[in-house]
């Protein structure tokens, strides 16, 4: 007992070549096979920026002023103080991978290594040259 219109493979679920929806110009309409190589490209793509497993997925920064500031200063380290050597890297553009952070003294360091008021004032590099 099928359903009035309904073929025996139709209600099966099969489909035939009649069931295939045609274009306004009669033509029947194909499906483009799903290629896996174009599949991990956009998942690639979506993913978030970090520099991988090996550099436990360091972030991809974005650049605002201030860090700019800031990155031109650690980069010209040299020039205020000369009696100390730096190794060289590329000048001519920003790194993208990076991370910034704070120091944090534990209780151990209470005594001998925990910062005078005027040093932990400073927030910045920029502020720690200027002072």
Do not use: C
């Not at 690639?44 to 500031?69: C, H, N, S, Y």
């Amino acid at each position: 007992n099928l359903p009035s219109g309904l073929t025996a493979s139709e209600a099966d679920g099969g489909s035939t070549e009649a069931d295939i929806p045609l274009r306004p110009d009669g033509s029947q309409l194909h499906v483009a096979p799903f290629d896996q190589r174009k599949a991990a490209r956009e998942e690639a793509r979506r993913a978030p920026k970090t520099k991988g497993a090996a550099w436990f997925d360091l972030p991809q920064q974005t650049i605002d002023e201030d860090m700019k500031r800031e990155l031109r200063l650690i980069r010209l380290r040299g020039a205020y103080d000369p009696k100390r050597f730096y190794k060289s890297f590329d000048t001519s553009k920003f790194p993208t991978y990076f991370q910034v952070g704070t120091v944090v003294n534990g209780p151990a360091d209470f005594y001998a290594g925990s910062l005078t008021k005027a040093e932990a004032k400073n927030q910045s590099v920029t502020q720690q040259v200027l002072a």
